[in-house]
């Protein structure tokens, strides 16, 4: 499991990039976001980011 805070990331193209570098490196785990992006736009990034549990 890997826990991401996204209390930092401001915009779409950022939060891609975190989860991308996730994703790569760590295919088997469960990616957990939390903190003030994930919580204003957890379904923009569920949809767009299946990786994302």
């Known amino acids: 499991m890997v826990l991401l ?6 915009d779409r193209g950022t939060m891609a990039q975190a989860i991308t570098w996730v994703q790569e490196r760590f ?11 994930s ?3 957890f379904q923009q990034i569920l949809d767009a980011h299946p990786f994302v549990r």
């Open 27 to 37: 295919l088997a785990a469960a990616l957990v976001l939390g903190r003030h992006y």
């Open 5 to 10: 805070s996204t209390t930092f990331i401001w």
């Open 39 to 41: 919580n204003l736009k």
